[in-house]
């Protein structure tokens, strides 16, 4: 069978507006359009800029199984695929909203091949191209749709080009992307598009009514924390005077198969620490360097992160034995370790600290306009701890910023008695 895996959707931020993007699809009849009928006609636009977008959330995707594939994308030679990845994005209530679906296609040096469709309104895109204002796009007609078809020349060698079409049947918005040889992916986006259309609306049916996963995310109390059936006894018993409890959050996600407590405390900076550092600032700037008031100071805040869940397999990919942590220099890299809770000793806590320069800058530079903030800054020394525990099949993992080591072994003592 073949296998489907989920795609990853966190690696973007907001650079670009949302709706705008949405909007822009939507317009599949504006004011200065020239419809062709028959095969497509590819806009070769100038590119202004190109914009990441993060995803807008819905409330749970499910895998799209081979089923569903073959029978929503039959005219797609799925077997000739490196991998395929997909999955159907739904509300709360079980409606759907988007399918996302790509795979590569290494036989023929093709990657990136994805197909998006959204239910109600635009399907979202990762990234897109912005264009000039004065750009008029031809529309071409095929089978009675109106599709904007492109082919950008995006900075690739030889006569390889990103293809790009959109169109919208009823209530259902289509947006296929690829890149490939001039040729060749002109002919590809035909063919898949005329299929797209034939291939009509009710082939998704098959997507309606799923079986909606348990899912919960709500605030907890530190008190509700303790007692929760399945993470309360590997909640701390004993909170420091110095941290204060700040944020508490309880997750089950099913078809993520997540289950987790996150809590976190700050801590308060030294105000004397605080102050020396913005005198030693003040006294070393350089002199067109403008001054703001220590009350204006924005330092961030010092926080420790609990966070609990059940042990997922990849966890135990960054399982290191605390013996070996502590006798070997080259081990300090590693990215956020997990140790097994009996190795656990103050020892080995002392040596997960971590240390290097950080930044912090002014509020106050928020008030002044046309001011570079990122030419203000207070250097100070950052110090944090980023680790796991694994009790049996939980593990704990500690992110803590300008948290004595003393506090944290405090914490996790209570667990292993």
Request: aromatic fraction near 16%.
């Amino acid at each position: 069978m073949r296998k489907i895996t989920l795609a990853t959707l966190f690696l973007f931020f907001l650079t670009a507006c949302v709706g705008d993007v949405q909007t822009e699809m939507r317009e599949t009849s504006p004011t200065e359009v020239i419809y062709q009928s028959g095969t497509l006609i590819f806009n070769i636009p100038e590119v202004e800029y190109w914009s990441n977008i993060s995803p807008m959330p819905n409330d749970f995707f499910l895998p799209l199984t081979d089923e569903q594939l073959n029978e929503i994308f039959p005219f797609l030679e799925l077997g000739d695929a490196e991998w395929i990845r997909g999955h159907a994005e739904y509300q709360s209530d079980g409606t759907l909203v988007e399918i996302w679906f790509d795979m590569n296609l290494l036989a023929e040096s093709i990657y990136g091949f994805e197909i998006r469709v959204g239910f109600g309104g635009a399907p979202m895109s990762l990234h897109e191209y912005g264009f000039f204002d004065d750009e008029i796009f031809e529309y071409s007609n095929m089978h009675g749709v109106s599709i904007r078809a492109m082919m950008i020349d995006a900075g690739w060698s030889g006569d390889w080009r990103s293809f790009d079409a959109t169109f919208a049947i009823d209530n259902v918005y289509y947006r296929i992307r690829f890149n490939d040889e001039e040729e060749r992916g002109k002919n590809r986006m035909n063919e898949v598009v005329n299929a797209l259309i034939l291939n009509g609306t009710d082939v998704f049916a098959i997507l309606e009514n799923p079986d909606i996963p348990y899912m919960r995310t709500e605030f907890i109390s530190f008190e509700n924390a303790q007692l929760d059936p399945d993470f309360g006894t590997f909640v701390p018993t004993f909170i420091p005077d110095e941290l204060t409890f700040y944020w508490g959050n309880r997750t089950i996600q099913e078809h993520l198969d997540e289950n987790s407590l996150s809590l976190t405390w700050k801590i308060d900076y030294d105000e004397q620490y605080l102050y020396d550092l913005y005198t030693d600032w003040v006294n070393q700037r350089t002199v067109d360097t403008l001054v703001f008031p220590f009350e204006h100071i924005f330092w961030g805040m010092n926080e420790f992160k609990w966070g609990i869940s059940q042990v997922q397999e990849w966890n135990l990919e960054y399982l290191v034995s605390a013996n070996d942590f502590i006798q070997d220099d080259s081990l300090l890299d590693a990215w956020q370790p997990i140790f097994i809770s009996d190795e656990l000793t103050f020892e080995l806590i002392e040596r997960l600290e971590r240390t290097g320069n950080e930044y912090s800058f002014p509020q106050g530079a928020y008030w002044e306009e046309d001011l570079d903030i990122a030419d203000i800054r207070i250097p100070y020394v950052r110090s944090w701890f980023h680790f796991g525990i694994l009790f049996d099949d939980v593990l704990v993992m500690i992110l803590a910023e300008r948290i004595p080591p003393e506090i944290i072994w405090t914490m996790l003592e209570g667990l292993i008695d």
